[in-house]
Nanobody, 122 residues
Framework: QVQLVESGGGLVQPGGSLRLSCAAS????????MGWHRQAPGKQRELVAT???????NYADSVKGRFTISRDNAKNTVYLQMNSLKPEDTAVYYC????????????????WGQGTQVTVSS
């Protein structure tokens, strides 16, 4: 089994910054893509950013130029640096990881974290 644990959420004023972290642990052989998604109240979950193992990134148009995704493969950790935060960024943020598991079959599965709340308000 694999666990993803997010941290770094909280309350911040508009224009402020937060850095989210998501650490994967457990029966991991390697991790392919990692990403961040978010879900605001009454809305569907949406993609925020993704990053490949090699470091190629992809962002939602709404966060381009403000958010930066990065990862540390040695620590199985993905980060999301969020700058110039806006009230519309308020949501629960979830990380996910495409994991090749350390089992006989090297089985592949997508795992999700439990979510961390980000609130942008004055």
């Amino acid at each position: 089994q694999v666990q993803l644990v997010e941290s770094g959420g909280g309350l911040v004023q508009p224009g402020g910054s937060l850095r989210l972290s998501c650490a994967a642990s457990g029966s991991i052989f390697s991790i392919n893509d990692m990403g961040w998604h978010r879900q605001a109240p009454g809305k569907q979950r949406e993609l925020v950013a993704t990053i490949t193992r090699a470091g190629s990134t992809n962002y939602a148009d709404s966060v381009k130029g403000r958010f930066t995704i990065s990862r540390d493969n040695a620590k199985n950790t993905v980060y999301l640096q969020m700058n110039s935060l806006k009230p519309e960024d308020t949501a629960v943020y979830y990380c996910n990881a495409d994991v090749i598991q350390r089992d006989r079959l090297r089985s592949r599965r997508d795992y999700w974290g439990q979510g961390t709340q980000v609130t942008v308000s004055s």
